[in-house]
């Protein structure tokens, strides 16, 4: 995986820049957007929400969105035969990439906490919890992009798929949970980056309930692990086609 990570960190060191700032702008503005509609100043449920679902969203946008891009892209070029002839397992491929990919994005989640918490006047203390965040929820959603890209039929589908898996975090993440209808709420449930934001967002509490912060950890890690079985799954199946 090392290995992986390093090759695919060179090669996404070109695009560093309108990685961060796309990721990092298209966030910052919902989240403004949002600031007009949730109450902030009273650390409610719903900055919270915004605030947590909107510093996960730019994890999700390279982990979903690029990330199925990639390996489509990959897959289509032919470029997966030449980690099909590497003594290199199917796991490294996928964490590696996505962890070249996912390291730019760390500066810009940081900045959203940040940004979001003094907009939203939502304490700082816990934003340590971050870094348990970013690699569980970036995992978990990386290894569902590239499920995307190495399952979808041609690679503009897998660019569909990948917008779509991003549109879901967006919606499912930001918006407050109890503003949404029942049904959607199990929709959220579903996704694997709401673990991440529900985690995040506990730590906004005056006195976080750590039990249940590391209950939506194990969950999301156990999700990614998940995530990461059909990923590999699925490098198998298109490596041999």
Do not use: K
């Not at 810009?108 to 003094?118: D, R």
């Amino acid at each position: 995986m090392s290995a992986v990570y390093r090759a695919q960190l060179s090669r996404a060191r070109v695009a560093r820049i309108p990685l961060l700032f796309v990721a990092t702008f298209q966030s910052v503005g919902i989240m403004i957007l949002m600031r007009g509609v949730v109450d902030g100043g009273d650390g409610g449920s719903g900055a919270r929400a915004v605030v947590s679902g909107s510093s996960v969203l730019v994890v999700a946008f390279v982990a979903l969105n690029l990330l199925a891009q990639y390996f489509g892209q990959l897959r289509a070029s032919g470029g997966l035969d030449h980690y099909a002839t590497l003594p290199v397992p199917p796991a490294a491929v996928v964490l590696g990439a996505a962890g070249a990919y996912a390291s730019f994005t760390v500066p810009g989640t940081a900045v959203m906490a940040v940004v979001g918490s003094a907009l939203f006047q939502l304490p700082l203390s816990h934003l340590w919890v971050l870094a348990a965040v970013i690699p569980l929820a970036g995992a978990a959603l990386a290894a569902l992009g590239a499920a995307f890209g190495l399952l979808a039929p041609r690679q503009e589908v897998a660019t569909l798929l990948g917008q779509l898996g991003m549109s879901a975090a967006l919606l499912l993440g930001v918006l407050p949970a109890d503003r949404l209808p029942e049904l959607i709420r199990w929709a959220r449930d579903l996704l694997p980056s709401t673990y991440g934001v529900e985690a995040l967002a506990r730590t906004f509490d005056a006195r976080p309930d750590w039990s249940a912060v590391g209950l939506d950890l194990t969950v999301c890690a156990a999700v990614g692990v998940v995530s990461l079985a059909v990923a590999t799954w699925a490098y198998r199946r298109a490596a041999v086609r």
